[in-house]
């Protein structure tokens, strides 16, 4: 107990010296974070579901505990090692929030996710503010780790067009001008006229493409964790990437898939784009055919 107070009040006194303006400069997401190996805080949206969440990275050395602060100063995350962990430490926590819509569901054609939450885009705005964020961790030996990352809301437009051709095990996508079910462009075009938005997500630069093909399974088919990923640079013309051979063949027959193509931008901010209804090395077909 005793320790346990000592290691609270040198965490308190961190917070305090970075909180008060601390020599820490803030990176956009990148490698190295002040004392931390990477720390980043992003925002992920999925454009054909419509849903919007809040992620973070943190990763330090041999750490007991650790905390997240907002550009308020509020803690929004704290970890703590115990028992068999705390001999061991921490190095590298991920986590993201829940993603909750990002429109009333309500008003789309859909009755069965009426109930469901939903945060809209300017909602989001207003929860998670952008500007840094300050990571603290307290190593073994009860030093302090600093680290800072922005937040921002240049968020990239969602990918359109996305299409896989199974003659070739060719992917290919287009870039859109759109956030999909979260905002459409006229949306877009209001939120940053009226200072909600700095930059319309057509105008934001895609440093690279996330390319995900997986089995659409339920959870606890072995066939779930065949999954094929990849990122390219955001420059890459044609769009397009090829899903090898030898994947393909290893799947099993009449495997449903999905397809996300993600596009990347300033602090790892991403927009992704569903496609489904495939079907690969289809024998008795998927079961989603017409009867």
Known sequence: MKHEKIISKTLLAAASMILAGSSINAANATEPCGDFGACKVLIEINSSDGDIGFHFLMDGDDLIRAAIYDPNHKKIFKDV?????REQFLTE???ESA???CFDPTTDDDEENDDEDFVTLEEFID???????????LGKGWEASYGATDLTYHLPAAPTDVVYDDETGIISWDAGDDLGACADVDELTDFVAG???PQHPR??????WEIVFEPDVDDGDPAGSLKFSVRVSGDIEPRQVTVPADYIASLP????????????GEGDNATFTEEDDICINENEGCGDEEE
């Open 195 to 197: 200072g909600l938005l």
């Open 203 to 208: 105008d934001v630069t895609v440093a690279s």
């Open 127 to 137: 929860r998670w503010t952008d500007g840094t964020y300050q990571f603290i961790g």
């Open 253 to 264: 027959d009449d495997t449903p898939i999905k397809i996300e193509v993600g596009a990347i």
């Open 93 to 95: 926590t991920f986590a």
């Open 99 to 101: 993603e909750p819509l």
């Open 81 to 85: 090692a115990r028992h068999a962990l």
